[in-house]
C-alpha cells in the first residue's frame, strides 16, 4: 500500500514538472534576448597595419592557427611548445635552458619578468626612455617596493654606473625598442657592467626583436621579452621570454612566492618542460591556437634568416627616412644610428591635427598609423614596419598616403 503511494506521489511530481517545463518553454522567464548583433556575421575590414602594432598576419600564420584543436597537454602539443621554445632560442640567440612562450601580450611578459626578479624590499633601477620604462616602474611599485625602484633617464654608460654602484640593484631594467619614441638602444657592455654589480640585466625587446641586432647570450642580458604581434607577425597573446642560468639561480632561490601565481616561473617553467622534471604538470590551460600560430612566425623568421632580417628592415627603414626627408617631413629622432628600424616617428607636421592625418589616412587609403604614445603623445606619427610589413612597397604606399593628407587636412595658419 505504502509503496502504491510513493508511486503515485512521483507521477504527480512528474507532472507538475511537464506542465512547468511546458510553461517555461511558452513563455521564456529570461529578462535578456539573444542580441541581434550577434545573430549575424560581423565584417572584419582588411586593413594595412603600419602602426606600432600589431602588424599585419601572413595567410601561413592564419592558417597555422585555424588547425583542429588539442588539448593543452597533449603529446603533440608538447612538441609544438619545445619548437616553439626553439624557435625563441634562435631569435633570441641563447642556449638558455629556461626559455618560453607566456601566455598573454607583452605587458603579460614585463610583469612575469618583474614579478619573479625581485622580491618586497629588494631594488630595481629602471632606464625610462619612453612610455615602457614608466611602465615597468609602476609594475615594479605594486610589489611594494616603492621606495627600492629608481629611474635614470641619462643614455650615458658613466650615468648608469653611478646609479648602479650608488643604489646597488638586483635588477637593471632597459628597453631595447622604445616604440613610443622610435628610439633604439645601444646593449653592448651593459650585461658585464650588471653583472660587476651582481645586478641582473632585463630588456625589453617587444618592438625590437627581429628587426635589429640582438644576441642574448653574447651581450650578457639575462631577463629577455617579447611580443608575437610585432616583427614575428602573429596574433597578440603570446609573449617569448628567456632568463640565463643567472637569472635562474636568483629566482628559483627566493625567500617569497611571486605576487603572481599565473606568472610564477616555477610553474611555468615545469609547463614549458625546463625543468627537467619528468612530467609537466598542469598549471593553465595554454592558447593551443596560438601556439600553432607562434610556431609558424618562428619557422618564417629561421627560414628568412636573422641577419637576412635585420638587413632587410634596416634597408626599408632608410628608404623610408629618405621618402621622408625628400617630402619635407622631419624625423623625430635626429641621430642615424639611434633610430628604431621597425617604428619611425615623424615630428608632426606643423599646423596640423595629427588625429585629422591619421583619420584621413585611414578612411582614405585603409592604412593604419598611430600618433604618440607617453612621452611622444601630440608630438609626432608612428609608422611601423615590421617582419611581412618592412617593404619598400609598403613605404611607397605610406609616402603616398601621407603625401595626400597633407594636401587634404586642415592646416592652421596661425
Not at 14 to 42: D, G, K, N, W, Y
Not at 189 to 214: E, Q
Not at 225 to 246: D, H, M, W
Request: net charge neutral; with cysteine; charged share 20%.
Amino acid at each position: 500500500m505504502l509503496i502504491k503511494q510513493l508511486l503515485s506521489l512521483l507521477s504527480c511530481t512528474l507532472t507538475i514538472a511537464s506542465v512547468c517545463l511546458c510553461r517555461c518553454s511558452i513563455m521564456s522567464s529570461l529578462s535578456v534576448l539573444p542580441p541581434e548583433c550577434l545573430l549575424q556575421p560581423f565584417p572584419v575590414p582588411q586593413r594595412l597595419m603600419l602602426g606600432p602594432g600589431p602588424s599585419n598576419v601572413p595567410a601561413r600564420i592564419i592558417a597555422a592557427g585555424a588547425q583542429p584543436m588539442l588539448g593543452h597537454l597533449h603529446a603533440e602539443t608538447i612538441e609544438i611548445m619545445n619548437q616553439v621554445k626553439s624557435g625563441i632560442q634562435y631569435a633570441f640567440q641563447t642556449r638558455n635552458r629556461v626559455t618560453l612562450a607566456v601566455s598573454g601580450p607583452g605587458h603579460a611578459a614585463m610583469e612575469c619578468a618583474i614579478f619573479n626578479s625581485l622580491e618586497p624590499g629588494e631594488s630595481i633601477l629602471i632606464a625610462v626612455n619612453g612610455i615602457w620604462g614608466e611602465r615597468a616602474a609602476e609594475i615594479a611599485e605594486r610589489i611594494g617596493t616603492d621606495s627600492n625602484v629608481r629611474t635614470v633617464a641619462k643614455p650615458e654608460a658613466e650615468d648608469k654606473l653611478d646609479k648602479l654602484d650608488k643604489y646597488r640593484p638586483v635588477v637593471f631594467f632597459l628597453t631595447h625598442g622604445e616604440s613610443s619614441t622610435g628610439v633604439v638602444h645601444p646593449i653592448d657592455g651593459i650585461g658585464d657592467l650588471c653583472h660587476k654589480y651582481n645586478c641582473l640585466f632585463l630588456v625589453d625587446s617587444v618592438a625590437a626583436l627581429g628587426g635589429t641586432p640582438i644576441c642574448m647570450d653574447e651581450q650578457g642580458i639575462d631577463i629577455m621579452y617579447t611580443g608575437s604581434q610585432k616583427v614575428l607577425n602573429a596574433p597578440p597573446g603570446t609573449a617569448p621570454i628567456s632568463f640565463s642560468e643567472r637569472a635562474c639561480q636568483k629566482i628559483f632561490n627566493r625567500r617569497t612566492k611571486p605576487i603572481s601565481y599565473f606568472l610564477d616561473m616555477s610553474w611555468l617553467a615545469n609547463y614549458w618542460g625546463c625543468d627537467d622534471k619528468p612530467v609537466r604538470a598542469y598549471h593553465h590551460t595554454g592558447p593551443v591556437s596560438s601556439f600553432y600560430g607562434l610556431r609558424e612566425s618562428l619557422a618564417i623568421l629561421a627560414e628568412t634568416g636573422l641577419e637576412n632580417s635585420w638587413k632587410r628592415h634596416k634597408e626599408v627603414a632608410e628608404y623610408f627616412h629618405k621618402g621622408l626627408e625628400e617630402m619635407g617631413l622631419k624625423l623625430f629622432v635626429q641621430e642615424k644610428k639611434a633610430r628604431l628600424p621597425t617604428v619611425t616617428t615623424i615630428v608632426a607636421p606643423p599646423g596640423y591635427d595629427w588625429r585629422e592625418i591619421t583619420g584621413y589616412i585611414m578612411k582614405t587609403f585603409n592604412i593604419e598609423i598611430s600618433g604618440g604614445l607617453g612621452p611622444s603623445a601630440g608630438m609626432v606619427l608612428r609608422v611601423g614596419l615590421m617582419g611581412c610589413n618592412s617593404s619598400k612597397a609598403n613605404v611607397d604606399k605610406v609616402l603616398e598616403a601621407l603625401a595626400d593628407a597633407l594636401k587634404h587636412c586642415h592646416k592652421s595658419r596661425v
